[in-house]
């Protein structure tokens, strides 16, 4: 029997923003949401982590968000979100694509950093041929 809530559902991604610089070195071998957001399982093949360059540098919650696949179809109310949790700013971004994440389910300690921001509806329209 398998422990631990799954948070496996289509047409929902939940999206966290890192507040905090990272420091590459001290990350290896971590895994975000297992270690920091108390996740027992979710497809790495439905993730994506965005940021504004290579180097992470600051930049607008908008900005970071608007850098990820898909994002066209939730950016607007994933910015209503931050802007209600009054984040302006961040680091970088984690998407997880068919996933609804609820902080309340989880059993473990869940870090402060990255800041959860949300469960959206997505779809794939903008892709779709004209």
């Known amino acids: ?5 799954f948070f496996e559902k289509k047409g929902k991604v939940s999206i ?6 990272p420091n590459l070195k001290a990350m290896e071998g971590v895994d975000i949401l297992k270690h920091l957001c108390g996740v027992n399982y979710y497809d790495l093949d439905e993730q994506e982590v965005a940021a504004a360059g290579d180097t992470f540098p600051k930049a607008s919650v908008a900005d970071i968000l608007g850098r990820l696949s898909y994002s066209s179809s939730f950016l607007e109310r994933a910015n209503q979100a931050a802007a209600k949790k009054k984040v302006k700013q961040a680091y970088w ?3 997880q694509y068919e996933f609804a994440y609820n902080p309340e389910r989880v059993r473990r300690a869940v870090a402060k950093d990255p800041l959860f ?3 959206f509806d997505w779809n794939d329209s903008e892709d779709a041929d004209d």
């Not at 966290?16 to 610089?21: A, E, F, H, N, P």
């Open 93 to 95: 971004a984690l998407a």
């Open 16 to 21: 966290w923003l890192g507040l905090r610089k």
């Open 1 to 5: 029997m398998a422990r631990g809530p």
């Open 117 to 119: 921001l949300g469960v």
